[in-house]
C-alpha cells in the first residue's frame, strides 16, 4: 500500500487534493 501511495502522489495533478488524501491517511500532528 505504502508504494502504491508513492506511485500515486507523482500521478497526482492535484497538490492540494494529495494533501487532502494525506490528512486523511495520516491524522495532523497534535
Given at each position: 500500500?505504502?508504494?502504491?501511495?508513492?506511485?500515486?502522489?507523482?500521478?497526482?495533478?492535484?497538490?492540494?487534493?494529495?494533501?487532502?488524501?494525506?490528512?486523511?491517511?495520516v491524522?495532523?500532528?497534535?
Open positions: 500500500d505504502d508504494a502504491d501511495d508513492e506511485d500515486e502522489e507523482e500521478s497526482s495533478d492535484s497538490e492540494e487534493e494529495e494533501e487532502e488524501h494525506l490528512a486523511l491517511t491524522p495532523a500532528p497534535a
